[in-house]
């Protein structure tokens, strides 16, 4: 099925200014040139056509109301149309500049049929403003040309030959030049070609062309490649009456999660990312995402994730005039054994995994996090942290304590800066400790100080700097630093040192 | 010693504040130090972003010299105060996580979140840790009130190095006992701090545990 939206500039810029009966149209430049891009349906009864130049319009029809281009709202406008359509099928995809395709070769039943889907599609888009084309085809050249080309909106399956026949050759979706260049040899249809020997066009006009003709007849399969990845699990729900309430949602995602559980129970998996979207009346789809730490199906344990990122989300939620529909997906699923679920490894795990989920629904999964360990000098690379939901398995602590012992690691500080500061240091002996510094606009007199602890950046990592020659000192009123000298002290004149941590 | 006593300490809110901001650091290491004696669950800090870029995240490594396992520690950063006190009260309410510690760089949280906080803690048996980095005034719900400064070790004779950690300990207020001021030192191999051996001050008396019950009253 292919929409075409095609007046998507003028209905745009109408939506934005208010809707408006008199002449309209959308310039900007092509070659040297301002040109009308795009014109609403009043400008055309005048006689305007795209491509006409800005200058030459304006001579016609002094009262004709212009606007410059905008391609990136068209194209955000587009995506929020094509994101809209996910309400019919999963499989959607955008077809720049103006059209969206989808395939709704699996669920027109739904909607008893074809041809009431269309209707349905029709009046709602209709309702947001928009001039549209539909025409539905067994493949996506054939519905493309139909909607463009003709007035048909379904193209029966066999038909698509005698349908295409008669039409211009850009109807193929060729470029320009190349219908261009079979105009100049008196190919003008997509009939003119039909019958022509194959070998001798490819070779005089390339590939492309075939292609899109073998394309649009079924002889070759051309898949629709989804915009969003299809989610393994849907379960989806239409109201007769819009809903709104924050408790309406909730308890519809639980009823949502409930079918969804008993299609992961089936498969055997369970959810590690949920997604709830909300289509609102007006067109606008919100989607809220969640994310677990370990596969879930329980539909409280789910609708709990929700009652969170509500809550975090409070003001960007906005029902409006109410959803008419919601879908559930499950956008990540995991392999989850049966017995997994309700008893868990350890009853304090799977307790510690629930508030985990619920702060990283509620703060982002970034802010929630635990540390894992690597075998390493460098600090930066010895501690890291990681989502606390991420599943990194072993978070190596135990062969970090072995590390440590075997290397005879310093003593390393309790909170550490991600950016080690610059002080100013002044150092008795050159390569010795500092006898004072400056962090901060505080001046430290230093009062005993251990070091230094030479650690090496990685040859790798070269422009990171050069070794860096540690000293954990203690000023006269028992502040503990870690500090550092960055270089080593023959190879500079004026070492540059650094704040890097604080020991309790 | 103090931190031995832990079980007085647990189900209820305590205030740990650096007397200095630069002295943050000590309050840390005696608030972790509080936390991994009081329990062997979890333990969830939790504060502002900015309290990370002024007085630096906390470090796996020093952690797990500071006798807290890095591998029952969760951190949350929240990017407001509101986000902190709420991070508190939901992991106080788990059951799998035994000390909470919220650090908060603002001061007058108010009696109404403490009161909060305080009942958290109390239902599940947790302990609530408020770090603060300057001593608050403000009325507060909390059992005690801690204010944490640093101490001039005593560096190794030989090598000049700077020696066990040291702290000055302040109780300010104490719901269980008497308020006081030690200086207490760390001690490595018992992973907890203890009395300074040169401290001779005569000190008073130990916080020990008033049975809440009858503090209550019939």
């Known amino acids: 099925m292919s929409l075409w939206f095609k007046r998507l500039s003028t209905d745009r810029v109408a939506r934005q200014q208010g809707r408006d009966p008199r002449p309209l149209a959308v310039f900007g430049k092509r070659g040297n040139a301002d040109c009308l891009t795009a014109i609403n349906a009043a400008a055309e009864r005048l006689g305007l056509h795209p491509g006409v130049t800005l200058s030459h319009a304006r001579a016609l029809h002094p009262d004709l109301a212009v606007v410059a281009e905008d391609a990136a709202a068209d194209a955000q406008l587009l995506d929020r149309l094509t994101g809209w359509c996910v309400r019919y099928t999963p499989l959607v995809s955008d077809d720049a500049p103006d059209g969206v395709l989808l395939d709704i070769g699996g669920c027109a039943h739904l909607f008893g049929g074809e041809q009431a889907l269309i209707d349905d599609l029709a009046a709602r888009v209709a309702g947001f403003g928009f001039t549209l084309r539909i025409a539905v085809a067994g493949t996506i050249g054939a519905a493309w040309a139909a909607a463009r080309y003709t007035a048909k909106t379904i193209v029966a399956s066999g038909d698509e030959r005698a349908m295409l026949a008669p039409l211009p050759l850009v109807a193929l979706r060729i470029p320009g030049e190349t219908a261009a260049t079979l105009a100049r040899v008196g190919l003008n249809r997509i009939g003119d070609t039909l019958d022509m020997p194959r070998a001798p066009l490819a070779a005089r006009f390339g590939p492309g062309l075939l292609r899109q003709l073998d394309r649009a007849l079924g002889k070759e399969s051309e898949p629709l490649e989804p915009r969003l990845p299809v989610a393994p699990y849907i379960a989806e729900q239409r109201f007769a009456e819009p809903i709104a309430r924050e408790e309406d949602v909730l308890a519809i995602t639980e009823r949502l999660a409930g079918r969804l559980k008993i299609l992961l129970e089936r498969g055997g998996d369970g959810a590690r990312h949920v997604e709830l979207a909300l289509f609102r009346t007006d067109g606008a789809v919100q989607r809220i995402a969640a994310g677990t730490s370990r596969p879930i199906r329980d539909p409280g344990e789910i609708r709990a994730l929700f009652v969170e990122r509500l809550a975090a989300l409070a003001d960007e939620v906005d029902p409006g005039f109410g959803y008419d529909m919601a879908r559930l997906s499950v956008t990540c699923a995991e392999p989850c054994p049966p017995e997994q679920i309700g008893l868990g490894g350890s009853e304090d795990q799977a307790e510690l995994d629930r508030l985990v989920d619920r702060l990283s629904a509620r703060l982002g999964a970034r802010r929630v996090t635990r540390m894992i360990a690597h075998d390493s000098h460098i600090p930066e690379l010895a501690s890291v942290t990681v989502p606390a939901q991420t599943d990194a398995g072993d978070d190596g602590w135990t062969a970090y304590r072995n590390f440590r012992e075997s290397e005879g690691l310093s003593p390393r500080p309790l909170r550490l800066f991600a950016r080690p500061e610059p002080i100013e240091a002044i150092a008795s002996v050159p390569d010795g400790p500092p006898a004072r510094f400056r962090w901060r606009r505080a001046q430290h007199e230093v009062a005993a100080a251990e070091g230094p602890e030479r650690i090496e950046n990685t040859w790798w990592n070269e422009e990171e700097g050069v070794a860096r020659d540690y000293f954990r000192v203690e000023d006269t009123n028992g502040l503990r630093f870690w500090l550092y000298r960055a270089g080593l002290y023959r190879d500079t004149t004026e070492p540059r040192w650094f704040m890097h941590g604080l020991f309790a | ?218």
Not at chain 2, 12 to 21: F, N, P, V
Not at chain 2, 185 to 212: I, L, M, T, Y
Request: aromatic share 6%; net charge neutral; glycine share 8%.
């Open chain 2, 1 to 218: 010693m103090f931190c031995a006593a832990g079980g007085p300490l647990r189900g209820a809110l305590h205030e740990i504040a650096a007397a200095r901001e630069s002295e943050i650091a000590a309050a840390t290491g005696f608030a972790l130090a509080l936390a991994a004696r009081a329990t062997s669950r979890a333990v969830l800090w939790t504060g502002e972003d900015m309290a990370c870029a002024e007085s630096g995240a906390l470090h796996g490594p020093g952690l797990d010299l500071f006798g807290l396992a890095p591998e029952r520690f969760l951190a949350v950063q929240a990017a407001h105060p509101r986000d902190v006190l709420w991070t508190m009260e939901e992991a106080l309410r788990c059951a799998a996580v035994g000390a909470v510690i919220g650090e908060f760089r603002r001061s007058g949280l108010g009696l109404t979140a403490t009161r909060r906080l305080s009942l958290a803690a109390a239902s599940n048996h947790g302990i609530a840790l408020l770090l603060r980095t300057t001593p608050d005034v403000e009325p507060s719900a909390a059992a005690t009130r801690w204010v944490i400064g640093a101490a001039p070790s005593a560096p190794h004779a030989a090598s000049h190095a700077p020696g066990s950690p040291r702290i000055e300990a302040q109780l300010v207020r104490n719901r269980f006992g008497e308020p006081g001021t030690w200086t207490l030192e760390w001690n490595d191999d018992e992973r907890n701090f203890a009395r300074a051996p040169a401290d001779r001050e005569p000190v008073v008396q130990a916080a020990f545990d008033r049975p809440r019950r009858a503090a209550a009253g019939p």
